[in-house]
């Protein structure tokens, strides 16, 4: 299994949340990528992550900057489609994406974000009450606290 693109991964992620009613937003779909690369991580051990792109602790949640910007348009309404992407070909890629997917589709954005600014990953990165871009919530940190979770 080989990494993608942070926005091959969104595209398949948008694609599918809309193929099964499950309403799919920029804070949500930022989400879902934190929640896919946490999977990839934990499954290869921090060896493969789902996407190379970094993700950075915002004051509303992890973000994949690259992924943000392409959907900021949309401000908090959702994503419509179809979406043009690159599908990824590899089955153990998008049957780990499907499994994330399923897990978590039906939960709002903001009920995604309360589970993960209560995670070391997030917490390590970013200076509470005050805005910022840019604090990267490494790989390392997020493979840390899911093996040993």
Same mark, same amino acid.
């Given at each position: 299994?080989?990494?993608?693109?942070?926005?091959?991964?969104?595209?398949?992620?948008?694609?599918?949340?809309?193929?099964?009613?499950?309403?799919?937003?920029?804070?949500?779909?930022?989400?879902?990528?934190?929640?896919?690369?946490?999977?990839?991580?934990?499954?290869?051990?921090?060896?493969?992550?789902?996407?190379?792109?970094?993700?950075?602790?915002?004051?509303?949640?992890?973000?994949?900057?690259?992924?943000?910007?392409?959907?900021?348009?949309?401000? =908090?309404?959702?994503?419509?489609?179809?979406?043009?992407?690159?599908?990824?070909?590899?089955?153990?890629?998008?049957?780990?994406?499907?499994?994330?997917?399923?897990?978590?589709?039906?939960?709002?954005?903001?009920?995604?974000?309360?589970?993960?600014?209560?995670?070391?990953?997030?917490?390590?990165?970013?200076?509470?009450?005050?805005?910022?871009?840019?604090?990267?919530? =490494?790989?390392? =940190?997020?493979?840390?606290?899911?093996?040993?979770?």
């Amino acid at each position: 299994m080989k990494s993608e693109t942070a926005l091959n991964a969104a595209g398949y992620i948008i694609t599918q949340c809309l193929k099964k009613d499950f309403e799919i937003h920029n804070q949500k779909l930022n989400c879902l990528l934190y929640f896919s690369q946490s999977w990839f991580l934990l499954l290869s051990k921090g060896a493969t992550p789902c996407f190379d792109d970094s993700i950075e602790a915002w004051c509303f949640g992890p973000v994949v900057p690259v992924v943000y910007n392409k959907y900021a348009r949309y401000g =908090s309404l959702e994503i419509p489609g179809p979406i043009q992407y690159q599908k990824p070909t590899d089955k153990i890629f998008t049957d780990n994406l499907d499994t994330v997917i399923d897990y978590y589709g039906n939960y709002a954005g903001y009920q995604l974000f309360d589970i993960i600014k209560h995670q070391d990953p997030y917490k390590k990165a970013i200076i509470e009450g005050r805005e910022f871009r840019g604090r990267v919530i =490494s790989n390392a =940190s997020i493979t840390s606290f899911f093996v040993n979770e």
